[in-house]
């Protein structure tokens, strides 16, 4: 089962009626004793094959946390969460590991490594292959990826050298060189100028749209709401609207929206 995890191909596994992402019933806490403390309650949500889905909602309400659940980056205690048809509850570090391969996180810029140039800091996700060709196709898988993205002229850069949108492509570039099956991005154009913002979601719109990659976004960007299918809004845990974006924008004026949705 795992095997086919990391074929090339995996998207193939993912039917147009089976959801990429479904979750029942799950409930996530911190700590325990005094230290208790529920963030996510009776979550429910299936994402399908190629879709974008923009989830908001306040600071605290528990965005990032869903994200690295999904993320397989945390432990399901309550509920189920099945990501590509695979159950993620029980699952061992090991599996959890393999699950992984096929999810690209973008997180902010800063995430990069300051010391490696872009090539090698895309090259840190290709190292979690084995590959058969080593180090020299993961080199050339960087670049390529790289040159997908606007940046064959920066690959032998350092973070500091290049400008804010060019780093979030470099971390773009992290994400997608495994061509991952799904996208889980946490704010990632929050560091960026309105450009560079528009650049990276008009990339991952055409990802989702040309290679069926489903893409989870957590941003409070009301400028590029409109590359979502829809938009899920979490307030203090608790899945409050999941709305198709064409009824969305029709019930919606930007200046009429509840302002706590897009409160940082
Ligand atoms: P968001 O991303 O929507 O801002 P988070 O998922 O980061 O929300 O946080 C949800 C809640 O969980 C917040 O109250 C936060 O303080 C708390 N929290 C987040 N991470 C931890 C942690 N590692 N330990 C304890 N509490 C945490
Ligand atoms: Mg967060």
Same mark, same amino acid.
Request: net charge negative; charged share 20%.
């Given at each position: 089962?795992?095997?086919?995890?990391?074929?090339? #191909?995996?998207?193939?596994?993912?039917?147009?009626?089976?959801?990429?992402?479904?979750?029942?019933?799950?409930?996530?806490?911190?700590?325990?004793?005094?230290?208790?403390?529920?963030?996510?309650?009776?979550?429910?949500?299936?994402?399908?094959?190629?879709?974008?889905?923009?989830? #908001?909602?306040?600071?605290?309400?528990?965005?990032?946390?869903?994200?690295?659940?999904?993320?397989?980056?945390?432990?399901?205690?309550?509920?189920?969460?099945?990501?590509?048809?695979?159950?993620?509850?029980?699952?061992?570090?090991?599996?959890?590991?393999?699950?992984?391969?096929?999810?690209?996180?973008?997180?902010?810029?800063?995430?990069?490594?300051?010391?490696?140039?872009?090539?090698?800091?895309?090259?840190?996700?290709?190292?979690?292959?084995?590959?058969?060709?080593?180090?020299?196709?993961?080199?050339?898988?960087?670049?390529?990826?790289?040159?997908?993205?606007?940046?064959?002229?920066?690959?032998?850069?350092?973070?500091?050298?290049?400008?804010?949108?060019?780093?979030?492509?470099?971390?773009?570039?992290?994400?997608?060189?495994?061509?991952?099956?799904?996208?889980?991005?946490?704010?990632?154009?929050?560091?960026?100028?309105?450009?560079?913002?528009?650049?990276?979601? #008009?990339?991952?719109?055409?990802?989702?749209?040309?290679?069926?990659?489903?893409?989870?976004?957590?941003?409070?960007?009301?400028?590029?709401?409109?590359?979502?299918?829809?938009?899920?809004?979490?307030?203090?845990?608790?899945?409050?609207?999941?709305?198709?974006?064409?009824?969305?924008?029709?019930?919606?004026?930007?200046?009429?929206?509840?302002?706590?949705?897009?409160?940082?």
């Amino acid at each position: 089962m795992l095997e086919t995890f990391s074929a090339p #191909t995996s998207q193939s596994l993912v039917s147009s009626t089976e959801p990429s992402v479904q979750i029942r019933n799950l409930n996530f806490h911190y700590g325990e004793g005094d230290l208790f403390k529920q963030v996510l309650f009776d979550i429910n949500l299936e994402i399908y094959s190629g879709q974008i889905v923009i989830l #908001t909602g306040p600071s605290g309400s528990g965005k990032t946390t869903l994200l690295t659940l999904i993320g397989a980056l945390r432990t399901i205690q309550d509920g189920n969460l099945q990501i590509l048809g695979q159950e993620l509850k029980g699952l061992n570090p090991k599996k959890l590991v393999q699950i992984r391969k096929n999810i690209g996180f973008i997180f902010q810029a800063h995430n990069l490594f300051y010391s490696l140039t872009a090539r090698q800091n895309v090259m840190m996700s290709t190292d979690l292959f084995a590959h058969e060709g080593g180090n020299a196709m993961a080199a050339a898988k960087a670049a390529e990826i790289l040159g997908e993205l606007g940046l064959s002229e920066r690959v032998d850069y350092k973070p500091h050298a290049l400008s804010g949108g060019q780093k979030q492509r470099v971390a773009i570039a992290r994400a997608l060189v495994n061509r991952p099956n799904l996208i889980l991005a946490d704010e990632p154009t929050a560091a960026l100028d309105k450009k560079s913002g528009r650049n990276v979601v #008009t990339l991952m719109q055409k990802m989702a749209k040309e290679e069926g990659i489903t893409i989870l976004m957590v941003t409070h960007d009301n400028r590029i709401l409109d590359v979502a299918d829809r938009i899920i809004n979490l307030v203090d845990g608790n899945l409050e609207s999941d709305n198709i974006i064409n009824n969305f924008s029709a019930s919606h004026d930007e200046a009429g929206m509840d302002s706590r949705t897009f409160m940082l």
